[in-house]
């Protein structure tokens, strides 16, 4: 096979070589766009082993077996997936045994977890000679555990078992014979029970309003912790490290020793990016308005990668259903399509969620600091498919600048240099109802127009724009009209307020450059 760079030739050398030595299991990271994809599966081709090809998602397996990769490297691979998604028990049966008799064969994460608790019975996975984590970057999160950990009291009631307390109820569900309950539901109570005898701070069971017994994992991955562990595994990914170390997925995975061959490989030249950051505070109008003119503004084709789908529906509300723009919530995990994205906007951070337990808050700062740090090199990498790559990352959150080092090495001067629209810090916050009141910095933009009007200043971009106040609100609360505010840049505004200042201290300045109408 012939390959695009050295970097994908000693990704797949490196993984090839693991194959063979086994030594312990391996942490293998490859930068965006170095193709990593069709680097594992010709390693997978040439060693002959029996493979386990994991990644998180169903949606992550349609999107593997329609790639390009499978047919250029001329490997078969057939999907193992649950009962729930074959209308006919029989087509699940028969599918089941075609992954298990097959050379590689794919499935998720979940489907790993259960395989071990039915000692190899489900689907075989651990009965492999090798297994490769692909996208395991989102192992430390693992939301499908959200709907697979759950037991329902409607599935008990169907399977007639009566809800008795937690423990015992678990225990005649994890030993019922397997025509009366779905593997699934028998995995996910004795994963259940585990924790049960052996309690940790980060999981917990309990019982949920409806009565569904639920597991509640902060470090998901760790219940993966035994296969991890295994010499003839390896985790890929383009974000494994954080600050340049494996060590916080290591823990997060309950990962001991790892295989000496562990490396993350950068491409040296790959793609090209520049940088725009908007800092403004999240959740205020400004920020809004500013979201949807970077949308508007941003070169094509646009990706949008927001953190809820309350924010992609209100930004497809006030931008409208476009070809060339996408706005997609949770964009930096299980999106793979071949669009050569021109500009990322990136409206928030994505922080970690806080994990509540109990009415506990169990996550840390730190725990949601390096997710963000993960999904932004994620989202960043969406940009850079190719090696001519040409992207502009535009983000508008003020805490992008505190996350840490999320950027890769060769773009670190990039995003050193990056444009700071909002220029600098006012030495006074000056703040009122009437100064926020939409509706009066709506009439004065219309009024003055969206046009700085201190003497040589060009800014039109409206959300760099402020309505100031020529006589100082803070002096009293009064009647506002037009005639009593103008229209400056952030800059000139705080520049403003600093000259009437020394004003009222009595010291003469010029202010022939304000036009204060």
């Known amino acids: 096979m012939k390959f695009r760079s050295t970097e994908q030739a ?3 050398a490196l993984l ?3 194959m063979a030595l086994q030594d312990a299991p391996l942490l293998l990271e490859g930068g965006t766009g170095i193709g990593k994809t069709r680097a594992y599966l010709h390693a ?3 060693s002959g082993h029996r493979v386990a090809l994991v990644l998180p998602t169903h949606q992550l397996i ?3 077996l329609a790639s390009a990769d499978l047919a250029a490297v001329g490997l078969d691979v057939v999907d193992f997936r649950p009962a729930a998604m074959f209308d006919k028990r029989a087509d699940y049966e028969a599918r089941r045994a075609a992954a298990q008799a097959a050379r590689v064969m794919v499935c998720t994460s979940a489907a790993v977890i259960i395989d071990q608790r039915l000692r190899g019975e489900y689907c075989g996975a651990l009965g492999r000679d090798y297994l490769v984590f692909d996208e395991a970057d989102q192992l430390p999160e693992m939301a ?7 037991i329902t009291r409607a599935a008990l009631s169907e399977a007639g078992i009566a809800f008795t307390d937690v423990p015992d109820t678990l225990r005649r569900v994890a030993d019922a014979p397997a025509r009366v309950i779905d593997p699934e539901m028998r995995a996910a109570a004795r994963v259940m029970l585990e924790v049960l005898e052996d309690p940790q701070p980060w999981q917990r069971v309990g019982v949920e309003d409806d009565g569904t017994v639920a597991l509640s994992h902060r470090l998901p991955g760790r219940l993966l912790t035994k296969v991890a562990n295994r010499a003839g595994v390896a985790f890929v990914s383009a974000t494994l490290t954080v600050s340049e170390r494996f060590d916080n997925f290591r823990n997060v995975m309950g990962i001991g020793e790892i295989s000496r061959l562990s490396c993350a490989i950068e491409p040296r030249q790959h793609g090209h990016l520049q940088f725009q950051l908007h800092a403004l505070e999240v959740g205020t109008q400004e920020w809004f308005d500013a979201t949807v003119e970077a949308i508007e503004d941003a070169p094509r084709p646009t990706l949008v990668a927001t953190t809820s789908h309350e924010l992609t529906a209100r930004l497809l509300a006030a931008v409208g259903a476009r070809d060339d723009v996408l706005i997609k919530a949770g964009a930096w995990a299980g999106l793979d399509v071949p669009v050569p994205w021109r500009s990322i906007v990136v409206p928030t951070v994505p922080f970690g969620q806080p994990v509540v337990l109990d009415g506990e808050v169990v996550s840390s700062y730190l725990d949601a600091r390096t997710m963000a740090q993960r999904r932004l ?7 850079l498919r190719s090696p001519d790559a040409a992207c502009t990352i ?6 992008a600048s505190k996350v840490g080092q999320f950027v890769p090495a060769r773009f670190l001067e990039a995003w050193g240099s990056r444009t700071e629209f909002d220029e600098g810090q006012r030495a006074e916050v000056v703040l009122s109802k009437a100064e926020r009141d939409p509706n009066l910095r709506n009439a004065a933009l219309k009024h003055y127009g969206t046009r700085c009007r201190w003497e040589g200043c060009d800014i039109t971009q409206k959300h760099l724009l402020d309505v100031h106040h020529l006589d100082p609100i803070a002096e009293g609360v009064r009647k506002t009209t037009l005639k009593d505010v103008t229209v400056l840049c952030k800059n000139h505004h705080a520049e403003a307020h600093h000259q009437l200042r020394q004003q009222a201290r009595g010291v003469s300045r010029a202010t022939s ?4 109408d």
Do not use: C, N, Y
């Open 394 to 399: 535009i983000m508008l959150d003020q805490r």
């Open 377 to 383: 090199r994620q989202v960043i990498g969406r940009g």
């Open 44 to 46: 997978v081709v040439m």
């Open 62 to 64: 349609d999107q593997l």
């Open 10 to 12: 000693d990704f797949a």
């Open 16 to 18: 090839g070589k693991h």
């Open 144 to 150: 499908a555990l959200q709907s697979d950990m759950r």
């Open 513 to 516: 450059g304000a036009e204060l």
